[in-house]
């Protein structure tokens, strides 16, 4: 009887695979390839509004072949920045309302005939008309230099930068005009009209007021 055995195929060694056939049709594995840029040499990466919290980008065409690099601003940031405007004309309005009851309570008082009843006191009701004169004059030129010259010049009013928030032109991302300015604030009236214009923001997908829409301006979140 021949002890001759059949030989044993040779296991490959554990640490060492066999490779794969030069003709291996295996696909890559998707995790080391990624794909590649589509344009400038950058991969494209998510938008804002795959992030929670974050509304959904308007459609492309709405900026006129361009598209900020910041956010839309929210209405709840504009209604902030409008408050914090509000905050630098509070003693102008102090001044205002205190001047009318001031000149009110110390005006003579007459009969409907034109007797005086009581004198008052003309040096306290001069003061209260002189305060009411500086609370409307104060209001009028602290808002307009802020809200006309500061924001005309920067896109920015005092509360928009307090808050990182800026007003832009639609089509080309630049700031517009001080004249430009003055008009977009003339058509924040008709926003006032029935007050809808104000919150226009909250559901438009531009998150503009009927003044950004007729001067074609919308308002980002810089920080």
């Excluded at 409008?82 to 003579?108: H, K």
């Excluded at 991302?173 to 058509?187: A, E, H, P, S, Y």
Aim: net charge positive.
């Amino acid at each position: 009887m021949s002890t001759d055995q059949p030989p044993v195929p040779q296991q490959p060694h554990p640490m060492f695979p066999p490779p794969h056939p030069a003709d291996s049709t295996a696909p890559p594995n998707p995790s080391v390839f990624s794909a590649p840029p589509t344009s400038g040499g950058y991969a494209a990466g998510p938008s804002h509004a795959a992030y929670p919290g974050y509304p959904a980008a308007p459609p492309q065409q709405a900026w006129a072949g361009w598209a900020p690099t910041f956010p839309l601003a929210s209405w709840g940031d504009r209604v902030v920045a409008a408050l914090i405007d509000t905050l630098y004309l509070l003693p102008f309005s102090i001044a205002y309302v205190a001047g009318i009851m001031m000149a009110a309570i110390n005006a003579p008082t007459k009969t409907r005939s034109g007797t005086v009843v009581s004198p008052g006191n003309p040096g306290a009701m001069w003061l209260g008309v002189a305060l009411l004169v500086i609370g409307v004059l104060g209001i009028f030129v602290v808002g307009f230099y802020n809200t006309v010259v500061v924001q005309g010049r920067t896109g920015q009013s005092w509360g928009k930068k307090r808050w990182g928030i800026r007003v832009i032109r639609q089509d080309n991302g630049q700031i517009l005009t001080m004249g430009n300015n003055f008009l977009r604030q003339l058509c924040h009236y008709l926003d006032g009209a029935v007050y809808i214009g104000y919150l226009w923001p909250l559901w438009d997908p531009m998150r503009q007021t009927f003044a950004d829409k007729i001067m074609k301006t919308v308002v980002v979140k810089e920080k």
